[in-house]
């Protein structure tokens, strides 16, 4: 003879106006968490500024916009030379530290050796008509694509504000980053 | 050339390595209207998966089909909204 299951009285039954509401209630929750989930969002953080590390976040950023991704990219550190207008276009191939390059590091830490291994690099890029870091970075920003200059490592680095090219947002810190990494479906620190 | 289906759009990304050929695909399908259909030539060989992948995770578009030969790879996209 269980008491577990308390006798039903009359006031304990919810009316019929009531579970309408709440069902009302259920319904316009779920259609929230509904549109939230339609907007794909992807946070990477570009922290590297060698040729060969320019392209994975730029490769990613416009294929996730082709996807139809809400992205961001907040660059920091070397990351920033990708946005910087001069300097994106001398970015260069550490010959030093890669055991996949064709020459000994001995050789590789000779004065001069990381523009050679930069130049065979960007003969590669051209003979295989591989898209260069600035036709990716455009492509990316016609696409929609935001780009992050940290602030904080703008001025570490001895940068200005006006180097970086149009469409670059700058006086932005970590906090924005963590921000859009929370928002984020994806997020990558390259 | 399959003759099922109207082809509205040609978009020749031969030579270009990924990411361009679905970058451009998607760019290209953003100008057409619904029920539409695009032509992406490319030799790229890992386009085949890419334009494969990049359909079935983007709403509004179905791929239509992909052929191979001689080096080309043709993919027909259909705009569906």
Same mark, same amino acid.
């Given at each position: ?15 019929? +106006?009531?579970?309408? +509401? ?48 809400? *992205? ?36 590789? +830490? ?5 523009? *050679? ?8 890029? +051209? ?64 | ?8 759009? @040609?978009?020749?990304?031969? !030579? ?16 057409? !209207? ?18 494969? !992948? ?11 089909? @992909?052929?191979? !030969? ?12």
């Amino acid at each position: 003879m269980s008491t577990d299951t308390p006798d039903a009285t009359a006031e304990d039954v919810p009316s019929r +106006a009531e579970l309408a +509401a709440r069902v009302e209630e259920l319904e316009q929750s779920l259609a929230e968490a509904t549109d939230e989930d339609d907007e794909k969002k992807m946070s990477i953080i570009a922290t590297k500024g060698t040729l060969d590390m320019a392209y994975p976040p730029l490769i990613l950023a416009s294929t996730a916009a082709a996807f139809g991704y809400d *992205v961001t990219v907040f660059h920091t550190f070397w990351g920033l030379d990708i946005l910087h207008e001069e300097r994106s276009k001398n970015l260069k191939l550490s010959s030093v530290g890669n055991p996949n390059m064709p020459v000994p590091n001995a050789v590789a +830490a000779i004065p001069g050796m990381d523009r *050679v291994t930069t130049k065979m690099m960007e003969k590669k890029i +051209a003979d295989n008509d591989t898209a260069t870091i600035e036709e990716l970075f455009e492509t990316s920003l016609d696409m929609g694509v935001e780009f992050q200059a940290c602030q904080m490592t703008i001025e570490l680095m001895g940068y200005d504000e006006d180097d970086f090219y149009d469409g670059v947002t700058t006086g932005v810190g970590a906090a924005t980053a963590l921000q859009d990494m929370a928002d984020a479906d994806i997020q990558l620190l390259v | 050339m399959s003759a099922e289906y109207d082809i509205t759009e @040609q978009l020749d990304v031969k !030579g270009a390595s990924c990411p361009m050929p679905v970058v451009k695909t998607k760019s290209a399908i953003d100008d057409l !209207g619904k029920d539409e259909i695009l032509e992406v030539i490319a030799t790229d060989a890992g386009s085949m998966s890419d334009i494969d !992948g990049w359909a079935s995770g983007t709403d509004g578009v179905e791929l239509v089909e @992909q052929e191979e !030969g001689d080096g080309v790879y043709r993919h027909y996209v259909r705009k569906t909204e």
